[in-house]
């Protein structure tokens, strides 16, 4: 499964990511895959890619360099 799938699912799944674009607004498909290619989103300490394959998440950092936006999600 590929990292942006991954996010999707847990998107639909969740309440949701909001949009950094728009106000309490969900965000988009094409909003999660910007993160990716900016670099906001941490998969297991490290950068990916959006389309890079992953086989185990243990956690998530969302807005790494942000102190005010840093979200971050453990799976155990």
Known sequence: MTAYDWLLELNLACCGFF????????A?????????DKGSILINGKHVK?????????E?????KSDKRRTSFKFC
Request: no cysteine; net charge neutral.
């Open 28 to 36: 988009s498909n094409s909003e999660l895959r910007r993160w990716f």
């Open 50 to 58: 959006a389309f890079d394959t992953v086989e185990i998440i243990d």
């Open 19 to 26: 949009s950094t674009e728009k106000p309490k607004a969900k």
């Open 60 to 64: 998530i950092i969302l807005f790494p």
